[in-house]
Nanobody, 125 residues
Framework: QVHLVESGGGLVQAGGSLRLSCAAS????????MGWFRQAPGKEREFVAG????????YYKDSVKGRFTISRDNANNTVYLQMNSLKPEDTAVYYC??????????????????WGQGTQVTVSS
């Protein structure tokens, strides 16, 4: 399996930016679809962004389109989530996830078979 470690979370004011990183180790990273999910207290885990193994055609949750950008560096086994114009409603624990079985970006958590431990993002108003 692949081991995922997120970093880059923190406290930021509304309108600010953060860049999350997810470092992968273990099985071949290049073949995995990678996704970012988030979970706020009392809410279900939700899809935020995903990217295929080649880095083309990323997908985003509607509410983050134009503000968030997902990218990957296969040479360094890392996937990123650049978050700009942050809003208080973006506050959540953000998780990186890997899917080794499919060749398309899915939006359901149960499609992904490996998860990181999560990193807290808090946006103050």
């Amino acid at each position: 399996q692949v081991h995922l470690v997120e970093s880059g979370g923190g406290l930021v004011q509304a309108g600010g930016s953060l860049r999350l990183s997810c470092a992968a180790s273990g099985r071949a990273f290049n073949n995995n679809v990678m996704g970012w999910f988030r979970q706020a207290p009392g809410k279900e885990r939700e899809f935020v962004a995903g990217i295929g193994w080649s880095g083309s055609t990323p997908y985003y949750k509607d509410s983050v389109k134009g503000r968030f950008t997902i990218s990957r560096d296969n040479a360094n086994n890392t996937v990123y989530l650049q978050m700009n114009s942050l809003k208080p409603e973006d506050t959540a624990v953000y998780y990186c996830a890997a899917d080794r079985y499919n060749d398309y970006v899915g939006q359901k958590p149960n499609q992904y078979d490996n998860w990181g431990q999560g990193t807290q993002v808090t946006v103050s108003s």
